[in-house]
């Protein structure tokens, strides 16, 4: 298989229709407003460390499912019976920590919408900042979150740049709908 310098350079070289493909031309760095999508992404972030994107793809509405549509106050009241049936689900990752992780965090993110009226708001409260203090911000906030896990969920949903490279027609998108990052950095020229 040929290296690629990026995940816009290794996408083009997909046919249409492969997830990868599509989540980068349609999902990529596109900001995402609503809490139900925000800590969706968050929890596929978390589940794929240790495993390949194309994997988490896959399963994605496997996710959707089993996490009630990631109703955060629905996951948050999780049960032990809960958590036994994630661990059963052969559809999801079932990894005992990331599956707990989804249930923290989502309390954790009851106690944001209280403070900020939504986990998008809390992100918008804190921007701009740099990645380590992004982390920081997280650590002190939820669980299992390392440097590659906020990195990409920042840069994922808008917040951070670095989703494409220039020239992306796709990362293109990402600024006219909205991405945060944009807002810091003036438009490319061409």
């Known amino acids: 298989m040929p290296e690629f310098t990026s995940y816009c350079a290794y996408c083009t070289t997909l046919p249409n229709g492969d997830p990868n493909k599509t989540y980068h031309d349609n999902s990529y760095g596109f900001p995402i407003s609503d809490d139900q999508g925000l800590f969706c992404r968050l929890t596929l972030e978390i589940n794929q460390a240790g ?3 194309s994997t988490i793809l896959k399963k994605q509405d496997n996710f959707i ?3 009630d549509g990631f ?5 948050a009241a999780y049960s032990e019976a809960d958590r036994q049936r994630l661990l059963a689900d052969a559809g999801i990752i079932r990894n005992r920590l990331k599956v707990n992780a989804a249930i923290v965090n989502a309390k954790a993110l009851q106690g944001i ?3 900020h009226g939504s986990f998008n708001q809390w992100l918008a409260a804190h921007h701009p900042l740099d990645k380590p203090d992004w982390l920081r911000l997280f650590k002190q906030n939820f669980v299992f979150v390392g440097g590659e896990i906020v ?5 994922s ?3 951070l740049p670095g ?5 992306c027609p796709a990362g293109d998108r990402a600024r006219e709908a909205g991405a945060a990052w944009s807002r810091d950095q003036p438009a490319p020229r061409g």
């Open 51 to 53: 495993l390949s994107w």
């Open 65 to 67: 499912h089993a996490y």
């Open 71 to 75: 109703d955060i106050d629905k996951v």
């Open 113 to 115: 919408r209280t403070s």
């Open 151 to 155: 990195g990409e969920f920042l840069m």
């Open 157 to 159: 949903t808008g917040w």
């Open 163 to 167: 989703a494409h490279i220039p020239g």
